[in-house]
Structures are given as structure tokens and as C-alpha cells.
């Protein structure tokens, strides 16, 4: 007697125990059998097809000669003698990558002092590094607050130096992605706990006070444009400071935006403390959980991994709203982008220095997204039968 | 399922000693939701080592007695004393109740995002601040009285309905509670399930647990209970043991609720 062979799936075991079992035809399975059920299941179907085939692959084979085949690399000349004759011939047919090459300096770090801007690269690299920690689960625990405490250290020491022998920079000359990557993580890391404080604020029944601040917070906060809360923090909020007080105008930009972005979170967190279910509630309570054991065990690990879609949704939009710091004069990836073309010579090229940008904007959004795609199935483990 | 209890019937009536400890008291105890009143003067004490079980026709009031009695629910007249502790608006007195007072829900109620072990240690280990081994071990010790020691590191959504019960029943004694609520246990439970959760009651019952359980099934309320209570409307129409209350039902109410119930 043979053990009998393990089967991976209810299927296979089924099939292997009647023989009679009947295979689909093949023309219904597999790739052909998925081609003829999607693209050409009717005579409409297939013409759709085919016109939408024709138009993909015309407009890559077009994309490949404008961004490839025909695009200059480089130009001769540099600086203010640069000679961009042989982009301005090409306007149309191909792009004028040369442009990136010459400026992707500045289009990264500003106006930082160039012979420091090794300076602003280490911090982008302590930024990714600091994702990656963060995204690990391992390294989920109390360790994890003093890894951030310490990248915030050492990102402003890099930044402004002035010790360790570092050369001072005053905050007027940052600029980038460092910025970006500045206002777009601390926003978040900021945001967040301050957002599930709010949202379980508005739900306690027992405290109106508590309730009505935060129902206020939130109304006010979302009812105007971030650009308003951003022109406020940099224009009337110095008004009420006492004569001689300075503070940042990044830091101030900073806190509108963690101001902003946790109002709109709270109502997404908000959402996810009112799909769980009032016997999780009472279950917690009735084993004499306190209000924050309940709160930390019970809720929120259930509630925000009900809401990771929206939520990450938020993250990205706060992500990419950084850039409207350029209406107070803040130079961030986006704003360098637009004057690094300000140049005469260099005019007219900008949607390669935008394309440029938009694939450093794409990278970080999509692998934002990407991650919290993992940590659903991660999360949604348990409730696999 | 009736001969299955009728085993444990000699041994589990050891009856109650005149002037027990009593455990639980509601005196004169009113409650209203907005304008219905769905709790009216109810008066119910329940002594030390004693097993009551509450029936009744829906929206009688018999849950909402019961999640008083934890402070679910609360009370808006009259004094509910549990333990010697009355139940007040005073959160330290909610909580001190609370960790002697284990609850079994209609719907179990377990948390799915913990495993089955970690469920039963989660109290222990930060309300009791049991060390953790020690917690893992009572919690071990308890799914095996349960009947289900092997599903430990498995998720509640992976367990059939009456295993969730049981884990459900485990986690509350995992808290070594004085008493024992019981909000209609196996109303949620496919028939096939209903027997491993009561088997499981009866042998708690047998341990000598003060327990209280709001329940329709009515053999355990036979073979188990010291006392039977009957409510309608939120009052406590009928009280007795359970000998007398299904053989000489005195109010009229009590006899079509029987007749209904026992009728099919």
C-alpha cells in the first residue's frame, strides 16, 4: 500500500478520485480560452480590439523614437554658455534630455551650496532607508520611535550644519526633493497619530467638550484649501508673534500641513472605528479592559486595517500636495523643476524637466501603494478560512 | 440532548445553603431606553455557587438585566450590588466588577485579529498582569477543559461556530471570574453545535460557578438550574426551581410562554 498522494487543492483531490472526471475543453481554458472570452468574444469585441492594439502600439513605437531614437543627450557648452541650438532643431521629434543632465543638480537640491549637496543626498538616503526600516514589520516595536528620533537628528545636522565642522546652510537655500521628502514624512508621521487622536475624540459620547473641539478641528480644517492654511502660516501667522520671533517658514508650512492632512485622516480612521463591530466594544470591555488597553488591542488594530485603502489614498494626495509649498516660496521638487527652465537658453524644454519630476513623484507614490497592497494581504491573513 | 444532561442531574443539584453569600442583588432596578421602560422594578438576587437561568419572549428585558449586571448597559433606578460592590457611575468600581464578572455573547464575540490564544491571554496578561508564560499556561489549561487545546495558534475565522463558543467561554474563565454571565449562548449555533457549548456549561456548572444564563434552551434550565426565571415586558413575572416552574406554572403568562415553547 502506497500513502496516498497529497493534493494541494480540493480540486485535484476531487479529480483524482473520479476518474471519470471530465476536463474543460481546451478552448476554453488557459490563454486562448481567456483571450476569446475578454478580446474577442463578438465581432464588436474584436474590432474594439484591434483599433485599441493598433493606437497602443503606433503611440509606444512614437514614444520610443521622441524619448529614445531621437532625443539629444547632450548639448556642447555648460552654464550660462551652453549651446541648446541642437534641442531647439529637434523640438517635436525628440527630447531634450541634455536639459536633465545639465540641471538635474539643481532640480534635486536647489539652491543648496553646490559643493555641500552631498550633504542633501545623504539625507535622501537616510529618508529610504528610513522607509524601508519603517515598512518591516520586524523592526515594528519600541525601537522604531528612537530610529526616527535619531534620522531627524542627523537629517538636521545635515541640513543646516554649523557643527561637526559642517559648513551652516540657512533654511532659505534647501530645496528639492529634501524638502518634498521634509514636509511629506514628518507630515505623515505627524498626521497620523494626531488624526486617531482626533477621530476617537469625536466619538466620546461621554466627554461633549472633547467632541465638539474635535468636530470643530475637523470642519474648520477641511472646509478651507490647504493653499489658504498655507498663505495663513506664512503670512498672518508671523502677525501675531511678538516683535524679534522668528519661526522657520519650512517649520511653519510644516504644521499647516500635519494640520491639514490629519483632519481629512481622522475622517478616514473615523470611518474605520464605525464599521467595527459594537460586540468587539463590549467584548473588550466586559474582560475590564481600561479605555486605551480596549483602544490599543482591540480597536484600532482592526479598524486601520479596514481602512489602509483610503488611508494610503491620503498619504499619497499629502504626498504629492507638498508641492503647492511653492505658492509661499518654498522650493520644493516641483518648484525647482519649473525654474530650472527659466533660463533663456533652456526655455520651452518643460516637459522633460516635468516628466523627470513626475517619474521621482511616481517612484515614491507607487511604492507607497505597492506596500500597502502587501500589508492588506499581510493583515487579512486571519480572516483566510 | 436531554439524556445527555440528565446524567449530570443528581450531582449538579447539590442545591443551595439557606443564607448563602449573596453574589448578585438587583433591588427595585428600572431602566429606560429613551422612552421605553424596558426594565420594571426588577428584583432578583442571586447567592453564591448558584446557577439562575433567565427565560423569556424576546424584548422581555432579559439581556438588557444581564449586561446590567457587568454595566454593558446602565441602570437608571434602584441598586445593582455585585460581589459587595455596587455598581455606580465610578469607573473604578465598573472595573473591579468587571474582572470578577466573565460575559459569554450570543455572537462569541472573539477578537479576529488575535489568535485563539492570544484572545484568552490578552486579559490576564494586562488587566490581571499575569506574567506571560504563566498566562499562556492558564489559557492552555482552560482550552483543554474546553475541548479544543490543539486549535490554540489558529484564528477565530478558521473555527466552527460552537468551537468559537467554547474559546469565547474559555477566554472569560481564562480571568478566574466569580461569576459567569451567559447572554443566549447558543442562540447563534447551528443545531449539531449546540450540544459542545452545553456540554462544556454543565461541567462549569458542575465546578460550582455562579453563573447566570439568558437561554431558550430549556433541558438546561431542567438539569442545571437552582432557579428559574421567568420575564415578560421587563418584569420578573416568575421565579422557582425549575421542578415547579415547568410542572405548576402560576401565572398565565408563564403558561402560553411555556406552552409555545415546549408546544413543538
Aim: hydrophobic share 50%; glycine share 8%.
Amino acid at each position: 500500500m502506497t500513502p496516498p498522494p497529497a493534493h494541494t487543492t480540493t480540486a485535484e483531490a476531487i479529480a483524482a478520485a473520479d476518474d471519470r472526471v471530465r476536463r474543460p475543453p481546451a478552448m476554453s481554458v488557459g490563454p486562448v480560452g481567456w483571450l476569446r472570452a475578454n478580446l474577442f468574444s463578438s465581432w464588436l469585441n474584436t474590432a474594439v480590439t484591434l483599433v485599441l492594439a493598433y493606437l497602443v502600439v503606433s503611440w509606444t513605437l512614437g514614444l520610443i523614437s521622441w524619448g529614445v531614437i531621437n532625443a539629444i543627450w547632450e548639448v556642447p557648452g555648460s552654464g550660462a554658455q551652453v549651446d541648446t541650438s541642437a534641442c531647439r532643431a529637434a523640438r517635436g521629434e525628440g527630447a531634450c534630455w541634455a536639459l536633465i543632465g545639465e540641471k538635474y543638480r539643481f532640480i534635486l537640491f536647489g539652491l543648496y551650496p553646490f559643493e555641500e549637496q552631498w550633504r542633501p543626498a545623504l539625507v535622501v538616503a537616510i529618508f529610504v532607508a528610513l522607509y524601508v526600516v519603517s515598512a518591516m514589520r520586524r523592526f515594528w516595536n519600541r525601537w522604531l520611535g528612537l530610529i526616527w528620533l535619531v534620522a531627524l537628528a542627523a537629517i538636521g545636522v545635515l541640513m543646516w550644519g554649523g557643527v561637526f565642522g559642517l559648513r551652516f546652510v540657512e533654511q532659505e537655500r534647501w530645496g528639492g526633493l529634501p524638502i518634498t521628502l521634509i514636509l511629506s514624512t514628518f507630515g505623515i508621521a505627524f498626521a497620523f497619530p494626531l488624526s486617531i487622536l482626533v477621530a476617537l475624540g469625536r466619538r466620546q459620547t461621554s466627554m461633549p467638550a472633547v467632541r465638539a473641539l474635535c468636530v470643530v478641528y475637523i470642519e474648520l480644517i477641511r472646509g478651507v484649501p490647504l493653499i489658504s492654511l498655507l498663505f495663513m502660516a506664512s503670512v498672518m501667522f508671523p502677525l501675531f508673534l511678538p516683535e524679534g520671533m522668528n519661526i522657520d517658514k519650512l517649520l511653519r508650512a510644516q504644521v499647516a500641513i500635519i494640520l491639514f492632512a490629519a483632519a481629512y485622516l481622522a475622517e478616514v480612521v473615523r470611518g474605520g472605528l464605525q464599521a467595527l463591530p459594537k460586540g468587539q466594544y463590549e467584548a473588550a470591555d466586559a474582560l475590564g479592559l481600561s479605555y486605551w488597553q480596549k483602544t490599543g488591542f482591540i480597536v484600532l488594530p482592526q479598524a486601520l486595517r479596514m481602512v489602509i485603502p483610503p488611508l494610503v489614498n491620503t498619504f499619497i494626495g499629502m504626498f504629492k500636495d507638498t508641492s503647492l509649498v511653492l505658492i509661499i516660496g518654498i522650493f520644493d521638487l516641483l518648484n525647482t523643476a519649473k525654474t530650472s527652465i527659466i533660463e533663456p537658453a533652456w526655455q520651452g524644454f518643460g516637459v522633460e524637466a516635468y516628466l523627470f519630476v513626475a517619474a521621482i513623484y511616481f517612484v515614491f507614490c507607487f511604492a507607497m501603494s505597492k506596500y500597502s497592497q502587501d500589508l492588506e494581504s499581510e493583515f487579512n491573513r486571519h480572516r483566510r478560512r | 440532548m436531554r439524556e445527555a444532561m440528565a446524567r449530570s442531574e443528581t450531582t449538579v443539584r447539590s442545591g443551595i445553603a439557606a443564607g448563602a453569600k449573596p453574589m448578585i442583588q438587583l433591588i427595585n432596578v428600572n431602566k429606560w431606553f429613551g422612552a421605553l421602560h424596558v426594565l420594571r422594578d426588577v428584583n432578583l438576587t442571586v447567592a453564591e455557587r448558584e446557577r439562575v437561568v433567565v427565560c423569556g419572549p424576546s424584548g422581555s428585558g432579559k439581556s438588557t438585566m444581564i449586561r446590567c449586571i457587568n454595566r454593558l448597559e446602565s441602570h437608571q433606578e434602584g441598586q445593582i450590588i455585585v460581589d459587595g460592590i455596587e455598581l455606580t457611575d465610578d469607573l473604578k468600581n465598573i472595573d473591579a466588577i468587571r474582572r470578577e464578572v466573565g460575559m459569554v455573547f450570543q455572537s462569541f464575540n472573539l477578537f479576529p485579529h488575535l489568535t485563539i490564544l492570544e484572545n484568552c491571554t490578552l486579559a490576564p496578561i494586562w488587566v490581571r498582569k499575569m506574567p506571560k508564560r504563566e498566562a499562556e499556561a492558564l489559557a492552555m489549561e482552560y482550552l483543554t477543559r474546553v475541548r479544543i487545546p490543539e486549535q490554540a495558534q489558529k484564528y477565530p475565522g478558521q473555527l466552527s461556530g460552537g468551537q468559537q463558543q467554547r474559546v469565547a467561554i474559555a477566554r472569560a474563565l481564562c480571568m478566574r471570574p466569580k461569576i459567569m454571565l451567559f447572554d443566549e449562548p447558543t442562540s447563534a449555533l447551528d443545531p449539531e453545535m449546540i450540544k459542545e457549548v452545553l456540554d462544556v456549561m454543565v461541567e462549569l456548572a458542575e465546578s460550582g460557578m455562579t453563573m447566570v444564563v439568558v437561554t431558550h434552551e430549556m433541558g438546561f434550565a431542567r438539569t442545571v438550574a437552582d432557579r428559574v426565571v421567568f420575564m415578560d415586558r421587563g418584569e420578573v413575572v416568575e421565579v422557582g426551581p425549575p421542578g415547579e416552574f415547568f410542572a405548576n406554572p402560576k401565572s398565565e403568562r408563564l403558561k402560553t410562554f411555556l406552552s409555545q415553547i415546549l408546544g413543538h
